[in-house]
């Protein structure tokens, strides 16, 4: 969902975007390609990076992931009025970017002890 918003970005960028290492980045990264769902071409400013595009098969992906995000956003907030939805809202995405900034730390902290 990353590269349907921008494409012809960097590993690192979606790897800080989501919170992962860069090697787990590089992992999905390749299986991507793999199944033919993104492209890369070396960067014409710097020869060492990769940009990443997707290609015409996962283009054609983004609409069923929006919605089964969808799908699962209203399941979970079915018993939500629309104003309480504004309200809890803000507060979930904040709890889970704290979330996920914990587990960075950790993932950090596990692999300097190696």
């Not at 969902?1 to 494409?7: D, H, S, T």
């Not at 590089?26 to 940009?51: G, P, Q, T, V």
Request: glycine fraction near 2%; charge should be neutral; include cysteine.
């Amino acid at each position: 969902m990353i590269l349907a918003n921008k494409e012809g970005i960097i590993q690192e960028e979606i790897a800080a975007d989501v919170h992962i290492d860069k090697r787990t980045a590089a992992r999905a990264l390749k299986k991507l390609e793999d199944k033919n769902y993104i492209f890369m071409e070396i960067d014409s400013k710097n020869r060492r990076r990769y940009l990443i595009y997707l290609t015409e098969n996962g283009k054609k992906l983004v609409p069923k992931i929006i919605a089964i995000n969808n799908e699962w956003e209203d399941f979970l907030c079915c018993k939500f009025s629309s104003e309480e939805y504004d309200q809890i809202y803000p507060i979930l995405k904040g709890l889970a970017m704290k979330s996920l900034e914990k587990v960075e730390i950790m993932e950090n902290l596990t692999n300097e002890l190696k």
